[in-house]
């Protein structure tokens, strides 16, 4: 018996130092920011919104197999509009507000295959309807702000005279 122990005890070791040897690259977090062409953005309705609240969760999803990027803040100079959000058709008009207006407390997100971020866009579901847009536009929350245009989910309208706009987070 004793020789047995002997023998599951150094096999134990050596799979334990097989372990510690194998790399951790992929779950490093990356201090590289996210850029357009690292993502793949989308906008959804958010079926848990709380009472009171309607909410559309922005998706920050990693576009390739190797996509290890970082996002931080709150997505800036969004704007909601009709047609392509190019300039054609209606602008909405409405208000878009930090949901920390006092700066940026958020925390870096790590974007990488399987781990995405996202944000959230939140209105009062009371309020009356506004304005019914096709796309959103905005700044991804990275140093330069890269310009992304997404589709908006078709047919639901923005409500009350303005939207917040939270930080970035681990979906």
């Excluded at 097989?18 to 951790?24: E, G, I, K, M, S």
């Excluded at 959804?44 to 390739?64: C, F, L, N, R, W």
């Amino acid at each position: 018996m004793n020789t047995k122990f002997k023998a599951v005890a150094g096999i134990a070791v050596a799979a334990a130092g097989v372990v510690l040897l194998a790399p951790a690259a992929s779950a490093n977090p990356s201090d590289k920011p996210c850029d357009i062409s690292d993502l793949t953005v989308s906008v959804t309705p958010d079926p848990t919104s709380s009472a009171g609240q309607q909410a559309y969760v922005i998706h920050y999803v990693a576009a390739g197999g190797h996509t290890n990027c970082k996002l931080q803040g709150i997505p800036t100079a969004v704007t909601f509009t009709k047609g392509s959000g190019h300039g054609e058709g209606d602008g909405s008009g409405i208000g878009v507000v930090p949901d920390d207006p006092s700066g940026d407390s958020s925390v870096p997100v790590n974007v990488q295959p399987g781990k995405p971020a996202e944000s959230r866009i939140l209105m009062a579901s009371q309020a009356p309807v506004t304005f019914v847009p096709s796309v959103v536009n905005l700044n991804l929350p990275i140093p330069g702000g890269d310009t992304v245009t997404v589709g908006w989910p078709e047919g639901a309208p923005l409500k009350g005279e303005s939207v917040e706009v939270t930080a970035v987070s681990a979906a």
